[in-house]
Each structure stands twice: as structure tokens, then as C-alpha cells.
């Protein structure tokens, strides 16, 4: 069964700053990946996605995330935050046809004026 | 379109009451899914539905139920509320088994107590 791991709970960046915010996964085969935003008493949007061919895959919102396949690993960038993409986001993988997502626990990101 | 709605917003339960949580989409998608999310547990998949008269349970379907006489409906049922429920419920949809790109509804957040 695959599953998602979001190392940090929760992280603070300054406005302006570069953002970087991690997810690994495991699965058997290949995954589709996505990164989602959920802002605060909000349903989820989703940011990007990641099926097959070029690892960089550009967002919505100024986003991009990276597939590393050797890392298992689909982390999302940004690279000048603003104090409106403070939010939680969460990374999930896909597999069985859209019958099985699985979530992470989700990233906390605050921006400091 | 209005995409996914979902009613109530907000409930507060006593337990061993029972509601039916509502989610429409007007998108004419075959897939919808029911979510809850708790606290620093990212979302976990309650039910899922892959056509009207067509469903089938996720990670956690403990004492819920739902039904799919539409394709557009997907309600959620508890029959006897516990504390261990109370959480924010997301309805989600998606096109059919291969487009994966899922759409969330605003949420519905219950209390229990």
C-alpha cells in the first residue's frame, strides 16, 4: 500500500523568502503525485500534479515541485513566498485507477511580514 | 457550475444521534469520495463511490454509511455519533478512473459531544 510522509509539521519563512517544503512517498509502481493548499476553513485546491514525463512540473500560485524518482521524493518550491500562501499543504499519491488517494499529515506554513 | 457543495457547514451532535452529512456535484463526475480529517493526520478516505449504485469503503469506515442513487449526491450517514467522530468531513469528485484530479468541497466540520 503506498503512503506519504510530510517531514516537517509546521514551518515559518519570511515574506520573500524561498520556500521548500517536503513530501516522500512509497509506492510500487509509478505514482501520480500531487500537492495540494488548504487554507484556513477551506476545502483543499489542488496546486500541481505529477503523472509522467518531465520531473519539474509548474503550479498554480507560482509553484513547482520536483519528481526524484532515486528519492522518492516530490517536493514543492516556491521561490519568493508571499503572506498570502500561508496555509497548510498536504502531498498525495494516487494509485488504483482514482479509487485510493492517500494523504500526508500536511505542512503548516507561516509567513512572517 | 458551483462544483462540490456541502451542507451543513457546521454541526454540533450529542451522542448516539445520527445526521446525514449532504455533497452535490454538478461537474457530472462518476468517482466521489468522503474524507475526514483530523489534526496533524492529513485526510483519511471514509467511502468512496465509482458510479450511481456503486460504492465501497476506505481506510476508515466505522459507523458511517452512504449511499449513490444519483450521480450527482453523495450523502454521508452517521447512525450512532460518538466523540471519536467529530472531525471535518471533505466530499471530493473526480471525473472517472482516469483523470485523478480530485475537486473537495468546503468542508463540513461536526462536533460530537
Known amino acids: 500500500a503506498q503512503s506519504v510522509t510530510q517531514p516537517d509539521i509546521h514551518i515559518t519563512v519570511s515574506e520573500g523568502a524561498s520556500l521548500e517544503l517536503r513530501c516522500n512517498y512509497s509506492?510500487?509502481?509509478?505514482?501520480?503525485l500531487f500537492w495540494y493548499v488548504q487554507s484556513p476553513g477551506q476545502g483543499l485546491q489542488l496546486l500541481l500534479k505529477y503523472f509522467s514525463g518531465d520531473t519539474l512540473v509548474q503550479g498554480i500560485k507560482g509553484f513547482e515541485a520536483e519528481f526524484k524518482r532515486s528519492q522518492s521524493s516530490f517536493n514543492l518550491r516556491k521561490p519568493s513566498v508571499h503572506w498570502s500562501d500561508a496555509a497548510e499543504y498536504f502531498c498525495a499519491v494516487g494509485a488504483n485507477y482514482g479509487q485510493n488517494f492517500v494523504f500526508g499529515p500536511g505542512t503548516r506554513l507561516s509567513v512572517l511580514p | 457550475n458551483a462544483g462540490v457543495t456541502q451542507t451543513p457547514k457546521f454541526r454540533i451532535l450529542k451522542i448516539g444521534q445520527s445526521m446525514t452529512l449532504q455533497c452535490t456535484q454538478d461537474m457530472n463526475h462518476n468517482y466521489m469520495y468522503w474524507y475526514r480529517q483530523d489534526p496533524g493526520m492529513g485526510l483519511k478516505l471514509i467511502y468512496y463511490s465509482v458510479g450511481a449504485g456503486i460504492t465501497d469503503k476506505g481506510e476508515v469506515p466505522n459507523g458511517y454509511n452512504v449511499s449513490r442513487s444519483t450521480t450527482e449526491d453523495f450523502p454521508l450517514r452517521l447512525e450512532l455519533a460518538a466523540p471519536s467522530q467529530t472531525s471535518v468531513y471533505f466530499c471530493?469528485?473526480?471525473?472517472?478512473?482516469?483523470?485523478?484530479?480530485?475537486?473537495f468541497g468546503p468542508g463540513t466540520r461536526l462536533t460530537v459531544t
Open positions: 509506492y510500487g509502481a509509478t505514482p501520480y
Open positions: 471530493a469528485s473526480t471525473r472517472d478512473r482516469y483523470s485523478y484530479e480530485q475537486y
